[in-house]
């Protein structure tokens, strides 16, 4: 077929748009991998800098936990005063057992194995718990934990995942903890507000989050600080899971920070509708489920 002069310069006007577009979506597809081998290279690193964190943060308890039972022993064997080592070891291995939780539980929520079981909790409960727990990193860094939990003195049960409560405070609670200066005080309070949700907040005097940081803040595996000389011990871990299991629970998370005055986190949660008739309460570092008795 012979085409006539107009229309040939239509087909290759047609065909030029068409390579033009081609050309244009090529260019798109191209942008859109080398952002991927971006986050890529990014996650790669991310994960190699926990990996080293995380050994860092196993060993370190574990070969204290060893060291100090070394020493336990040679005492024991002499007679003398047992009870300042049994305090480290048992420190030691809080410390340990806390590491180990954060793992297990960002690995359930990267396969999406983690849900809420509601139960009526004990909340001011809970929260002193977690806090006696934490009481040995406070007293080592002479950091005074102030309690105000509800305003009115009672303990109301609320109906809310009790270990996952549990795993928001001691992340909350620890980071608070680790980035107060010496000397300083982390408070932590809890109310009911008027929409019946409960709202938990830790406030640190420390050094503060500046706002470029505070949106990667809640990524995982993120640190305001890197390297082995890092002033901040951790994995980088914490707040990613408090944020995760805030939004598990249908809650939400705020942060006001100013660097140099200090840091306060604010988690508020509804209460679930969906409960068994149980309830629960904290005492001596565990958690205790019981049927509820009903009044005759």
């Not at 030691?92 to 359930?108: G, H, K, M, S, W």
């Not at 000397?183 to 470029?212: F, N, Q, R, Y």
Request: net charge negative.
């Amino acid at each position: 077929m012979i085409l006539t002069d107009e229309e040939l310069i239509n087909e290759l006007t047609t065909r030029l748009a068409q390579s033009r577009k081609a050309f244009s979506d090529l260019s798109v597809v191209n942008l859109k991998l080398i952002e991927m081998n971006r986050m890529l290279e990014l996650s790669e690193a991310l994960k190699s800098n926990f990996l080293s964190n995380i050994r860092n943060e196993i060993n370190n308890p574990l070969n204290a936990i060893i060291g100090l039972g070394s020493q336990l022993v040679e005492m024991a064997q002499c007679g003398g005063d047992l009870s300042s080592l049994a305090t480290m070891i048992c420190s030691e291995a809080i410390n340990l057992d806390f590491q180990l939780r954060n793992i297990f539980v960002a690995a359930e929520l990267e396969a999406g194995e983690i849900d809420p079981h509601a139960a009526r909790v004990n909340v001011a409960a809970v929260v002193s718990d977690v806090v006696e727990s934490f009481s040995h990193c406070a007293i080592r860094k002479s950091v005074n934990i102030e309690l105000e939990l509800f305003q009115n003195d009672a303990s109301p049960l609320f109906t809310t995942d009790a270990e996952k409560l549990q795993v928001i405070v001691s992340n909350l609670l620890a980071n608070a903890v680790e980035y107060s200066p010496e000397g300083g005080i982390v408070s932590i309070s809890t109310k009911i507000d008027a929409d019946g949700w409960l709202e938990l907040t830790v406030k640190d005097h420390g050094p503060g989050i500046d706002l470029a940081q505070q949106r990667h803040i809640f990524d995982r595996f993120v640190q305001l600080e890197t390297g082995a000389t890092r002033p901040h011990p951790g994995q980088g871990l914490g707040l990613s899971i408090v944020k995760a299991l805030t939004d598990l629970l249908q809650g939400t998370i705020t942060l006001h920070s100013i660097p140099g005055e200090g840091t306060r986190f604010t988690v508020a949660l509804p209460a679930i509708s969906d409960v068994e008739e149980e309830s629960v309460f904290a005492d001596g570092g565990n958690l205790f489920i019981f049927d509820e008795i009903s009044e005759k």
